[in-house]
């Protein structure tokens, strides 16, 4: 006999586990099915976030930047060292504890919330009478409200897949053993500028070849020229409008033949390719053929703007969905199809869903760019401010970047923040709050900002907006 629940959530990830967290908290059944193990074989909860994206490498970012910080800036700060060296076993050691610790993090909160988990993969059987049966290895599970929530995985260049030891999705990419000579980097997104920095950090020759004729095309222009320009500096070799062509693998490590922008051909060699080219939907072996769950031309599952998919009582969030790959995204979807189960209003706003890129500087941004205002016609008013000018961002030593603030010219409602520079990850929450509210730039500019903080540049953006910075 099936095993009876009020909802099943299929995958642990960012949507899965909180999906299921809230839906327990509003007093229903909840199951919470996902196959992610360890490596003693046991269940490792988290999805991509928690095991080979988001915490490890957070982990891996935090520990070389206080190798960079030692080898390049303590000797400022009247620190001096000798015989600086850097243990690579020890530090993926360090990392493999945070993400440990975040797997056991979310038993226990399950275990709080009396959420049953059944470590396995969980796939559709049928559907019966306004129920589903999910089978997940021997046992068959039952409920009539399902939620998909099986994450993505890294997509592969044709024709070469990932053997995780020269050519390297995020997963292969964060359990590098040793620092290697050269790295190569094909995409310059998110995944591919955070892992290529940090072993930069640590001595590699980095090379990125993107395909797109921008960089960071996705990022405000102004934002994206000042990272650029950083990331150069630090010793990136970025190279923008090329065509990859044959990647081969040997003893020697991985040539790469493309064309550079200029239409001619070119070939690097590195001891390590990372590739970064986006993400696909995980729905194999979901079996959703067998219930007619409707998917797109990508493999993501069809859904609304409440996340129901074209089967009544199943629902799907984060990756598997339409909308940004992120965690944060996956997390808010999760609570509000729990609550629109549960009888509530569940609500996400993709209009204030912050973005960051852990490199450094770091990028951050929430809303609109420049050029999607410009390409809209709407009239609106900017504010900049430059860390440079700020003084606690001069004590830190770290005065890379700026505060950008966009504001309808007639109401000056906020319409967009942009970061680039120290700490930007966390500043950009008072952008998101404010947005949320739909405050103003004066909003902002009238609010007592503490001092010295980072944060004062925000407000000096905010007052630039009105062309009456204080400080710049």
């Known amino acids: 006999m099936p095993k009876n629940f009020d909802v099943i959530a299929i995958g642990a990830g960012p949507g899965g586990y909180i999906a299921a967290i ?53 000797a400022e700060h009247g620190i001096v060292l000798k015989d600086l060296g850097i243990d690579v076993k020890k530090m993926q050691a360090r990392k493999d504890t945070v993400v440990r610790q ?90 591919g500028l955070e892992m290529g920095s940090v072993w930069r950090r640590l001595g590699s020759q980095v090379t990125v070849l993107e395909a797109l004729p921008v960089f960071l095309g996705v990022v405000d222009e102004q934002i994206a020229k000042e990272a650029h320009k950083a990331f150069i500096k630090q010793g990136l070799k970025i190279e923008l409008g090329v065509k990859v062509g044959e990647v081969t693998t ?62 009544p009582g199943v629902w799907a969030v984060g990756d598997v969905v339409r909308g940004p790959m992120l965690a944060h995204k996956a997390e808010e979807e999760g609570v509000a199809v729990a609550e629109r189960i549960a009888g509530q209003h569940g609500h996400v706003d993709f209009n204030t869903i912050p973005w960051v890129i852990y490199t450094s500087p770091e990028i951050a941004w929430v809303g609109q760019t420049e050029q999607q205002l410009k390409a809209s016609g709407r009239d609106y008013k900017a504010g900049v401010f430059p860390f440079m000018a700020n003084g606690r961002a001069r004590a830190l030593g770290d005065t890379t970047g700026m505060v950008k603030i966009l504001a309808d010219a007639a109401t000056d409602e906020i319409l967009g923040v942009h970061m680039v520079g120290p700490l930007a990850s966390e500043l950009i929450a008072e952008a998101v709050v404010a947005m949320a509210f739909r405050a103003s730039s004066e909003d902002i500019a009238r609010i007592c900002h503490a001092h010295p903080s980072l944060s004062e540049a925000t407000k000096e953006a905010a007052l630039a907006v009105d062309k009456r910075s204080l400080n710049f």
Not at 58 to 74: D, I, P, T, V
Not at 144 to 159: D, E, N
Not at 293 to 310: K, P, Y
């Open 22 to 74: 809230r839906a327990a908290q509003l007093g229903l059944k909840v199951a919470c099915i996902d196959e992610w193990k360890n490596g003693m074989g046991g269940p490792a909860p988290g999805g991509t976030c928690t095991n080979v994206g988001c915490i490890p490498s957070k982990a891996l970012l935090q520990s070389s930047e206080h190798y960079e910080h030692a080898a390049h800036s303590f």
């Open 102 to 191: 975040n797997n056991e993090g979310i038993l226990y909160l399950f275990k709080k919330n009396k959420v049953t988990f059944f470590h396995g993969r969980g796939s559709f059987v049928k559907a019966l009478d306004g129920h589903y049966e999910i089978a997940v290895g021997e046992e068959v599970l039952s409920a009539r409200q399902v939620i998909v929530a099986t994450g993505s995985s890294a997509r592969a260049l044709p024709g070469v897949p990932f053997d995780e030891e020269q050519v390297l999705s995020n997963d292969g990419a964060l359990r590098i053993a040793a620092v290697p000579r050269t790295l190569g980097l094909i995409g310059s997104g998110v995944i």
């Open 250 to 311: 040997g003893q020697g490590g991985v040539t790469v033949a493309y064309e550079d922008a200029q239409g001619q051909a070119q070939t690097l060699g590195v001891d390590k390719l990372i590739v970064s080219i986006g993400r696909v939907p995980n729905t194999l072996g979901l079996n959703a053929e067998g219930v007619g769950l409707q998917l797109d031309e990508r493999g993501a599952i069809v859904v609304d703007a409440e996340c129901r998919t074209n089967l």
